[in-house]
């Protein structure tokens, strides 16, 4: 009788499903942007094929298991992708792949199992692998220390930035012992509905005035001329359980307040602070309790769930929510003709005309060998590998002929049949990828089967890299200030209900200070301590 | 000693068959619950992944002295209990209404018809249930609020609102499961004895009369028996529907030990606060299950034993 | 006599009335997911509560039909139903019978150690090894035998077993059958509703089952159907926005996943109404007096 009688496995079973889920949430903002830069992104793949893999061809093949996480759409047995790929790199690949949204059970007790594959992908909570279960393995010397083999792999070094590399060496001892998975350089911006903009007369906005501007008239301009006031301005979404909405990707509204929402950037007196002492956060927070007392913010932009905005913006009920790139071209497989309705835009401008697109290093995980394996030199050669936009290709975009007919790596047009396409599906995906990303870029676009399409990401993109100045985040790795929500979380809900009460006009500026000057600042004191000492130790 | 074991034994002789029939079951419960109920060892320890549960470090309550310690533990504590309290007051009697209810109906087919279609939400996950509450419930777009603007009432936030939670959730969960539930005191009902019934007729009882003095002393054991299985129960609210309908303006109401547990255990990396919370809340719903059936015994009815 | 007849009537109505719009109620989300599994999403998206589509699309079933992944899916979850609920009546009956004796020595020691089960639990890795010890690791034993007798519908059996009236046992006794027996001849035959509930409660369970499938295999062929559902579907409440997530299959299509929903709770469902003679008042007659 399932309802009435949980069972302890039950209960565990859909906590820790809720916690890839929110580790997901969390990773799309925190590890998703690259310290590649805009401009450099765009330089085409290292063809620096498998130098490693030329000198093994004599060697007979030597068998890698690897345990990666894997969409349940992907038939692993018998894989022709997987086959062609063990062929390339000269290895017998074996993957077993646990499914996605409990991949972290599974892996928990792998581990535990003392029965370690070879290879192990991490995701974690950190999106770039170097979480807190990393660091316990580590620790429990479970993993093997790379630090002195990577330099003898070029494509390793070439694809994994330094501050890759950097962004998941231990916080405890300062050793590498994970492998990060590069993932494409995503520069946040919004998606607006163009539509409504031409119908307006308007243009998409880069200043917070013209943004105000833009979001009252969706709201109160009736866009959709439907004669009815059923319309706002934008929409925010975010997990519901852990941080606010606020600060889920909305780096195109925060950036008009110089207020970076992720940690690492300089305050505007060129200070390193935590970020309820930045000059812009009182003002952001105020602003949306101004859009929101004017009913010009989706009313629900505070609790809405993940992927909700979207949903109300493909209804048309909101104009604006938070996206990057690749962001429009995506949402054709909700909706038809996306591209023809929205458009991407990037960030707006500070008070001094400055867009900040802020990026951090663009990882997607990363692979983790055990202690004392025999074969470290045989899989690090097969991720060297991994590492080349031959690899890249094969897992995207799959195998001539069968899912696909041709493809121009320069301008990454594909033409495949609608068969192909699903096929596609069933053998490969970027989750089976040892590296998501050659020099911040995939093989191929989202959706981007036509010229036409391409040519409006393409064209959406410029515009947006060329309105925006790069900013590279280094990843933050002081152990205090990312873990507040198990030193302090009962003060880490309070502070994000105070947001909330401020936000919706439940209690006044003076309020919201008091609680943050005799209760969040204190009890953060020696975090922020510990944050600006590590980031000021950087420059040295 | 020696007249003990024999008249011990030949007491297992003559009732052998039953002890037979016993040790399947028994065995069952050893090898597949009790072999590894170590594993509760980890709310006391420091695991290590080396070491496994057994070589890892103590560290005594360390855990507890830090659940305590919170200072919205006791927030979290009447939440849990407020909330299944609520369930049990109002979701607790609602199958069995139903099933004595459909049993009166005099349709069978008819009768077959809607129990078919009463259990179906059960079938629905809480996530999906939960999507169509949302946009149901939404100030702007929802039916239930455009519905009460034609009333001339001014949109109400639900879940935005912690006055609403509770009773939404008290709703919702009797909506999607009260089918189910009614399953099996449909079941006791159909184990009553029909003769009473048709002597009950013959005697020109109404058809309340009937369901009070016939259908409800019938089915009384299984009620207490469910109460006493529930009551165990009590600090458990059902993690997916919680999840579904929390949000970050409700949480003063909404968060409850199973979602606590994911918040400090899994997103603040305290691995070993899940198993203690689950410790927690499983000693206090014994506790509650003990008494429960001592007082049932107390009261001259059947317990779970 | 006539005011009865009113008041019965009244009775009627009312509990008619009641029971209707209840039952509709309830009909709602199922509806909700079966209407749009054949609607076009763009169609849903105009109209979110409207349940009837414009114009019906099969198009997601026909996507469904060609994932391999589900077939096997379907193949396995069939096997651990049917086998589960074979073995979880027969041990469940076995054991109840005994337990629902008030005068058995040791009865309430054993009742004990079953209740507590349903409160303490070792939790995933000394699980894991237990299976791996018994050599069930990889085959789907591992998922018929975990949870195939527990400790809350034994509890509830054997107090229906208890509730069956002692003469009927005793005239047996008397006539010099064994216990064995009278399970078979007598307690069996007058639980019949009993069992055919825990046929559906534990036919229930075995259908959804998903999480032992995820520790105690690693082949993709040993998924149950239910644990490949809830990896295509269940990103709402939880999944995947990856990174890359437009560009993931990972993330299904509305529609898809309504229609995924339907295809593997829709047999589950046809299990009740050949259950459900089993609960009509009145059945237990001929047993009786038989």
């Known amino acids: 009788m399932g309802k009435i009688n949980p069972n302890r496995v039950g209960v565990l079973t859909s906590v820790v499903l809720l916690t890839t889920a929110l580790a997901a949430c969390s990773s799309n903002n925190n590890g998703e942007e690259s310290g590649a830069g805009g401009n450099e992104s765009k330089a085409p793949a290292t063809t620096s094929a498998s130098s490693a893999s030329a000198s093994q061809e004599t060697k007979e093949p030597v068998k890698i298991k690897m345990f990666n996480r894997v969409n349940a759409d992907v038939v692993i047995d018998g894989n022709p992708v997987i086959e062609e790929a063990g062929k390339l790199a000269n290895v017998k690949l074996e ?444 420059g040295k | 000693m020696a007249k003990n074991l024999r008249s011990a034994l030949r007491y297992v002789d003559k009732k052998k068959y039953l002890y037979i029939m016993l040790i399947p079951g028994v065995l069952y419960f050893l090898i597949f619950n009790y072999v590894p109920m170590y594993g509760v060892l980890i709310a006391f320890k420091d695991f290590n992944f080396n070491k496994g549960i057994l070589g890892s470090a103590w560290i005594g309550f360390e855990n507890f002295r830090y659940m305590f310690g919170l200072s919205d533990f006791y927030t979290v504590f009447w939440n849990s209990l407020i909330l299944s309290f609520l369930k049990l007051l109002f979701g607790f009697p609602f199958p069995i209404l139903l099933a004595i209810f459909l049993n009166e109906m005099r349709s069978r087919t008819y009768q077959r018809f809607t129990q078919t279609l009463i259990y179906l939400p059960h079938f629905i996950s809480w996530v999906i249930i939960g999507g169509i509450l949302v946009n149901f419930l939404s100030p702007t777009w929802g039916v239930l609020n455009i519905f009460l603007g034609q009333l001339g009432i001014d949109p109400i936030f639900f879940l935005a609102d912690e006055s609403y939670f509770r009773p939404i959730v008290v709703l919702s969960s009797i909506w999607k499961d009260s089918g189910w539930e009614s399953i099996i005191y449909l079941a006791a009902i159909a184990s009553v004895n029909t003769e009473l019934y048709e002597a009950a007729s013959m005697d020109g009882a109404g058809r309340l009369r009937r369901i009070w003095h016939i259908t409800l002393p019938g089915i009384k054991s299984t009620i207490i028996v469910l109460l006493i299985l529930r009551l165990g129960h009590i600090m458990n609210n059902g993690f997916e529907q919680i999840f579904v309908l929390q949000n970050q303006m409700n949480l003063g109401v909404s968060e409850v030990f199973e979602t606590y547990a994911y918040r400090v255990g899994i997103l603040g990396g305290r691995f070993s606060f899940g198993t203690t919370v689950g410790l927690f809340t499983s000693v206090i719903g014994l506790i509650f299950l003990l008494a429960s059936n001592r007082i049932a015994k107390w009261m001259k009815e059947d317990g779970i034993w | 006599m006539g005011i009865r007849s009113f008041k019965d009537k009244l009775f009627d109505s009312l509990n008619y009335t009641v029971i209707t719009i209840f039952a509709l109620v309830c009909l709602f989300p199922f509806l909700y997911v079966a209407a749009f599994s054949v609607t076009s999403y763009t169609e849903y998206l105009q109209h979110p509560l409207k349940l009837i589509p414009y114009k019906l699309e099969f198009g997601a079933y026909k996507q469904i039909f060609e994932m391999p992944v589900l077939w096997t899916g379907y193949r396995n979850t069939i096997i651990i139903t049917v086998a589960g609920v074979a073995l979880n009546i027969f041990l469940m009956l076995i054991t109840a019978y005994p337990l629902s004796k008030p005068d058995l020595k040791g009865r309430n020691v054993i009742l004990l150690m079953i209740t507590f089960t349903m409160f303490f639990n070792g939790g995933l890795i000394p699980n894991f090894y237990l299976i791996r010890s018994l050599d069930l690791y990889n085959t789907l034993w591992s998922l018929i035998l975990p949870g195939a007798l527990g400790a809350y519908n034994l509890i509830l059996m054997k107090s229906f077993i208890q509730n069956i009236p002692s003469s009927l046992e005793e005239s047996a006794q008397i006539d010099g059958a064994n216990e064995v027996t009278i399970l078979a001849r007598i307690i069996i035959p007058l639980s019949k509703p009993a069992i055919a509930t825990f046929v559906i409660f534990h036919a229930v369970t075995q259908w959804n089952t998903f999480f032992n499938a995820i520790i105690y295999t690693s082949k993709r062929d040993l998924w149950p159907l239910m644990l490949i559902v809830r990896d295509l579907v269940v990103d709402g409440g939880g999944v995947a926005r990856d990174v890359m997530d437009a560009a993931n299959s990972g993330v299904t299509e509305f529609t898809i996943k309504m229609a995924i929903i339907i295809f593997s709770t829709l047999p589950i469902l046809l299990i009740f109404p050949f259950m459900q003679k089993y609960f009509m008042k009145g059945m237990l007659i001929g047993s009786i007096k038989g």
């Open chain 1, 95 to 538: 993957v077993e792949a646990p499914p996605i949204n409990n991949y972290v059970d599974k892996l928990q007790v792998v581990m535990a199992s003392g029965d370690l594959p070879d290879l192990i992908y991490n995701w974690g909570t950190a999106g770039n692998g170097a979480d807190a279960n990393m660091e316990k393995w580590a620790q429990n010397g479970l993993l093997e220390p790379l630090d002195d083999k990577i330099a003898n792999y070029p494509n390793l070094m070439n694809n994994i930035t330094k501050e890759m590399w950097d962004a998941v060496k231990s916080v405890n001892d300062g050793k590498t012992y994970i492998i990060p998975r590069p993932n494409v350089v995503n520069h946040w911006g919004y998606v607006i509905n163009q539509q409504w903009l031409d119908k307006l007369q308007l243009k998409a906005p880069t200043t917070l005035d013209e943004f105000t501007e833009v979001v009252r008239a969706f709201a109160k301009n009736d866009p959709d001329g439907n004669g009815k006031d059923d319309t706002y301005g934008l929409s925010l979404a975010g997990p519901d359980l852990g941080r606010n909405t606020i600060w889920n990707a909305t780096n195109f509204l925060t950036s008009a307040f110089n207020l970076p929402v992720v940690d690492g950037v300089k305050d505007t007196d060129g200070n390193y602070k935590i970020r309820e002492k930045m000059s812009g956060y009182l003002p952001y927070l105020t602003y949306l309790r101004q859009l929101n007392e004017e009913k010009l913010i989706d009313p629900e932009f505070l609790i809405n769930k993940i992927y909700v905005d979207q949903e109300k913006l493909n209804q048309f009920k909101v104009g604006i929510i938070y996206g990057h790139q690749t962001a429009v071209l995506g949402n054709i497989s909700k909706l038809p003709d996306s591209e023809k309705i929205f458009s991407y835009h990037a960030v707006l401008k500070n008070d001094q005309g400055v867009a900040y697109d802020w990026i951090t290093p663009a990882m997607w995980g990363g692979w983790m060998i055990p202690k004392d394996s025999k074969k470290v030199d045989d899989i690090l050669a097969f991720l060297d590998w991994g590492n080349t936009a031959e690899a890249n290709a094969l897992f995207q975009i799959g195998i001539q002929g069968l899912t696909y007919d041709s493809y121009d790596p320069s301008t990454k047009l594909i033409t495949r049949t609608e068969e192909q396409a699903n096929k596609l599906k069933t053998i490969s995906s970027t989750y089976l990828t040892p590296a998501n990303a050659i020099n911040g870029d995939g093989a191929s676009i989202v959706n981007g089967d036509t010229p036409e399409r391409l040519a409006v990401y393409q064209a959406q993109l410029d515009e947006a890299l060329k309105q925006m100045t790069a900013v590279n985040v280094p990843a933050v790795r002081s152990p205090k200030i990312l873990n507040l929500n198990s030193s302090i979380p009962d003060l880490v809900k309070k502070k994000d209900e105070k947001e909330i009460a401020y936000i919706t006009g439940a209690i006044d500026e003076a309020k919201f200070k008091e609680f943050l000057e005799k209760e969040w600042y204190p009890a953060t004191a020696d975090a922020e301590k510990e944050y600006v000492d590590f980031m000021n130790s950087l």
